[in-house]
Structures are given as structure tokens and as C-alpha cells.
């Protein structure tokens, strides 16, 4: 977990980010716990799900339902991100 043992909590907490998107390799290791973690702490996190990999196609995809239970429920692509990003900005 990027939590553990760091102070991205305090740091994070200090710039009054809400929301993660959570990206990374080992799905099922360090993004997993990441995502958990963030959840336990009260952030939205999000997992941009063709943005990470597992150790195994078994193990990502085992990882991403658990997150998914802990997030949006559904999957979340890099395309929906972009364009959600892209009307915000555009919004501003």
C-alpha cells in the first residue's frame, strides 16, 4: 500500500484530495492494498482498471471484483476518465 508506512495520508489530507485514481502493476498486490486502504481512510478511490496488471490474468481479474466491491462496482476505463477530466476542464 502506498499508505503504509509513508505520509501520503497526511499529505493528501493537506491538498484536500477526495478522490484517488489508482493505477499500477501487481493488481492484486500493491494496488489492491492501496485501494483498500484509501478506502478505509474515506477517500473515493477509483481504479482505472486497463491501467493496471496482476501477477496473472486469475489473480488481476480476482483483484479487480474485490476493488470493484470497494469502489464504483462497475469497471472504470482510461477513455471515461479522460473525457470526465476533458468536461471538467472545459467546464472551468
Request: aromatic letters at 4%; proline letters at 2%.
Amino acid at each position: 500500500s502506498c499508505f503504509l508506512g509513508t505520509d501520503l495520508d497526511l499529505l493528501l489530507r493537506g491538498l484536500r484530495v477526495e478522490t484517488l485514481l489508482v493505477t499500477g502493476v501487481d493488481s492484486n498486490v500493491c494496488v489492491l492494498w492501496t485501494t483498500g486502504d484509501g478506502f478505509q481512510l474515506d477517500y473515493h478511490v477509483r481504479v482505472i482498471e486497463d491501467c493496471t496488471a496482476g501477477t496473472s490474468p486469475e489473480e488481476h481479474e480476482a483483484a479487480l471484483l474485490i476493488m470493484r466491491a470497494l469502489t464504483m462496482g462497475r469497471p472504470i476505463l482510461s477513455a471515461e476518465v479522460i473525457a470526465a477530466l476533458a468536461a471538467h476542464e472545459a467546464a472551468a
